[in-house]
Nanobody
Framework: QVQLVESGGGLVQVGGSLKLSCAASGTIFSINSMGWYRQAPGKQRELVAVITSDGSTNYADSVKGRFTISRDNAKNMVYLQMNSLKPEDTDVYYC??????????????WGQGTQVTVSS
């Protein structure tokens, strides 16, 4: 069973930085994409950034120029470097991984979420 473990959330002041990490472990044949989503209470979960196995990236307009997603293929890890943080970035951030357990069995899983709070 594939598991995701998130870390790096916390409390930071406006303009500060945080780096989120997500590690995928277990039986993994391949990974198609790894990404970060965020969700506030009562709100819809939204895409923050995603990176595919070939390194292609996509960002929400609200974080372009401030956040950077990266991955370590050998370790099955994905990171989100968040700079110039704003109060509106305050949310629970969730890691997402889509891949295959085996050649023909795919999966899509979520991390448990990590709280990011930006105070002013």
């Amino acid at each position: 069973q594939v598991q995701l473990v998130e870390s790096g959330g916390g409390l930071v002041q406006v303009g500060g930085s945080l780096k989120l990490s997500c590690a995928a472990s277990g039986t993994i044949f391949s990974i198609n994409s790894m990404g970060w989503y965020r969700q506030a209470p009562g709100k819809q979960r939204e895409l923050v950034a995603v990176i595919t196995s070939d390194g292609s990236t996509n960002y929400a307009d609200s974080v372009k120029g401030r956040f950077t997603i990266s991955r370590d293929n050998a370790k099955n890890m994905v990171y989100l470097q968040m700079n110039s943080l704003k109060p509106e970035d305050t949310d629970v951030y969730y890691c997402n991984v889509v891949g295959y357990y085996s050649e023909y069995n795919q999966f899509g899983i979520w991390g448990q979420g990590t709280q990011v709070t930006v105070s002013s």
